[in-house]
């Protein structure tokens, strides 16, 4: 998984990490895929069917259920997607970005440790953690900060 940005923001009660440029499936294969998932919401258009919502779903109930659903339906326009797994929130939009919510940065962190390419891992961890709350971009391997997401897509 490469995301293009990052942002990491921090409290006592969650840490919530976002990740710009990354696709549902990719976000997805960075959980283990038997961890439990539940779909709070779920939106998709889908060709001849229409929008496809979460009460059009099959019974999903792990991680690797929802991987295989999305594979097996290339056609689907994933628009909207949120789901727990275990105590992480996961909220994609339009399949290119993802943002999930941890009970603690510890653990943030730790799931950016399993997902991310190990050569570029520590460098992005710890740009996040000198820079919380602002956008941090990986811009050909060079990480550049913003101030906002604005400044982001007018700087990136």
Known sequence: MRPSCYLLESS????LLYLGEIS?????????????????????NCGDVGWVSSS????????????TFLRDRQ????????????????????????QLTFPNEKQALGFL???????TVESVI???LRNKGRYVADQGGIL??????????AGG
């Open 12 to 15: 006592r009660e969650s840490a």
């Open 75 to 98: 056609h689907l326009g994933l628009v909207d997607l949120s789901a727990s797994v275990g105590d992480v929130k996961l909220s994609t939009h339009d399949d290119g970005e993802a």
């Open 144 to 153: 550049k900060v913003f101030e906002s997401f604005d400044a982001y897509l």
């Open 56 to 67: 059009d779903l099959p019974t999903i109930g792990s991680v690797s259920d929802l991987i």
């Open 113 to 119: 440790r399993n997902a991310l390419d190990s050569s």
């Open 126 to 128: 710890s740009c996040l």
């Open 24 to 44: 549902t499936e990719e976000c997805l294969a960075a959980f283990d895929p038997a961890s439990s998932i539940t779909i709070s919401e779920f939106g998709a």
